[in-house]
């Protein structure tokens, strides 16, 4: 949230209100001069500025009255974007400027629906609440160049700001320490002794951005009103001019087994990256971004009062492994495909959900079922247009096989008396190998086929000999909404 964090320690209600003053008055100052923000990832053709609240304003309720103002601000600071994405012209590079230009917001997903607030998706395909940018020249696009937490600039911003020198120190396996005279004044001001101490960058030739990790747990971390038990770790940000040393606590969690955490999935604190620098007319104002394996934080550090003040947008939650999805359109394609297969029988049967399956590896299998699980359709989606691949009824009954690095899916059953069909499809590479029929009666090859055309008993025995036993498909299936929900 928008917020003022003092960590680590329980500031006094004066120092609180007067920090709080110092961001409130940042706020208000964003419709005239508005405050960098961040582009994160994209669509393949537009650049996305992530949103973190929804579009409408909240109201305030009952039981929310201790988090309804910080609520209302988190909100408020977006609706200021909003009000002003047109004037967001300027993005950040290493080299200077690039200039770009605000498109529209995505304010709906392809069913109809508000796409997620928060959250970074790990297919484009997916989209999120957020506002869309793209350079004015293409030819400014970098492709090797970063599209996490990449700055975004107002002119009037850029105009009463001097932009500030970033470099990053020489680290290939580690950061450099800190020097020894910092790290001396932290561990006695704190009485802890530190873990490590990293040297992350320069800004404009000047302050030093560090950190220190301290070992054991941070005895002075106010206590939590919910888990009276629980130990906190610390770490501190620091920038260092000279002989003064600006900090923010950052808490994590500490066990006298494990040891101390700050991110889910990793070992230690991890430094936030100072990714733009500014001395305002009040003094340094610093874009951060701070990258965990499940996370990403975005937001500004001020230095105001001999103070550092961090202003967090958004801790957005970072999405991996996330399933294609299946829209409302593709579904709608898939069941007309499946009645132009049959349109006398398959008008009679209604099919009522929907999973992907893995008959290959390299093809995305969407398979749709009756309520009853007794008919169904296989389909294979290439370049955004689904292939039916067949169906299942009483007498065809799915399966898959492996082996030999070829991939099958099978149909058997029996369409009446003594005969038993068999129908499989050979996938490899993602390419259809082939396509065979074979028909049994009374357990003797009757009848083949390959690819539509007969071929002999002997031959159809030699494909037979070779494909493995099928096994039960694995599908989690989820409901189609019917028609009007």
């Known amino acids: 949230m928008v917020s003022c964090k003092n960590k680590g320690q329980a500031a006094s209600t004066d120092e609180q209100d007067s920090l709080t003053a110092v961001l409130d008055s940042i706020i208000e100052e964003n419709d005239t001069t508005p405050i960098p923000m961040f582009l994160i990832g994209g669509d393949g053709k537009y650049m996305h500025m992530l949103y973190w609240a929804n579009i409408e304003e909240p109201q305030k309720s009952e039981g929310d009255e201790d988090y309804f103002d910080a609520w209302h601000k988190h909100w408020e600071l977006q609706e200021m974007f909003r009000r002003n994405a047109a004037q967001y012209t300027n993005l950040l590079t290493e080299e200077g400027i690039a200039k770009v230009e605000f498109v529209d917001e995505v304010l709906k997903d392809p069913d109809g629906n508000a796409p997620s607030v928060g959250e970074i998706h790990g297919r ?12 004015v020249n293409p030819k400014d696009k970098n492709p ?49 002794k530190a ?64 040891g101390s955490t700050w991110n889910a999935d990793a070992d230690g604190y991890i430094p936030n990256d100072i990714v733009a620098a500014f001395e305002g007319p009040k003094g340094l104002e610093l874009c951060y971004t701070h990258g965990a394996p499940e996370s990403f934080c975005v937001g500004m550090i001020y ?40 349109p006398h029988s398959h008008k009679y049967v209604e099919l009522t959900k929907w999973a992907h399956c893995y008959i290959d590896y390299e093809n995305e299998w969407v398979w749709l079922r009756d309520k009853d699980d007794k008919n169904g359709a296989f389909f294979i989606r ?3 247009k689904f292939k039916l691949i067949d169906v299942e009824n009483a007498f065809q009954s799915p399966s898959r096989a492996e082996k030999d690095g070829i991939c099958y899916l099978k149909f058997g059953g029996s369409p009446g008396g003594p005969s038993y069909q068999h129908i499989i499809y050979a996938f490899k590479g993602g390419k259809q190998l082939w396509k065979l029929f074979v028909l049994e009666v009374y357990g003797e090859i009757s009848e083949c086929s390959l690819n539509g055309k007969n071929i002999s008993v002997e031959e159809g025995k030699s494909y037979m000999e070779k494909i493995p036993e099928g096994q039960e498909i694995t599908a989690y299936f989820r409901d189609i909404e019917p028609k009007g929900e």
Not at 124 to 135: D, K, T, V
Not at 152 to 159: F, M, R
Not at 166 to 192: N, S
């Open 144 to 192: 090797d160049g970063p599209t996490w937490g990449v700055v975004i600039c107002t002119d009037s911003y850029l105009n009463s700001r001097k932009r500030l020198d970033v470099k990053g120190v020489d680290a290939i396996d580690t950061y450099p320490a800190l020097p020894a005279d910092i790290v001396k004044k932290m561990e006695k001001e704190y009485g802890m």
């Open 195 to 258: 873990e490590n101490s990293k040297k992350i960058g320069i800004i404009d030739g000047r302050y030093i951005h560090g950190t220190i990790e301290f070992k054991g747990e941070f005895k002075n971390a106010p206590k939590d009103k919910y888990d009276t038990d629980r130990k906190y770790a610390l770490a501190l940000e620091l920038l260092v001019d000279n002989d003064k040393i600006y900090k923010l606590e950052e808490l994590g969690y500490y066990d006298p087994e494990y």
């Open 382 to 384: 290439d370049n955004d």
């Open 124 to 135: 484009e395909e997916i989209p999120a609440l957020c506002a869309r940018f793209a350079y």
């Open 303 to 342: 230095l105001r009062d001999e103070k550092l003040i961090e202003m967090q947008y958004e801790m957005f939650h970072s999405l991996i492994d996330e399933e294609i999805p299946v829209w409302k359109k593709d579904l709608a394609e898939m069941k007309k495909l499946f009645l132009a297969d049959d």
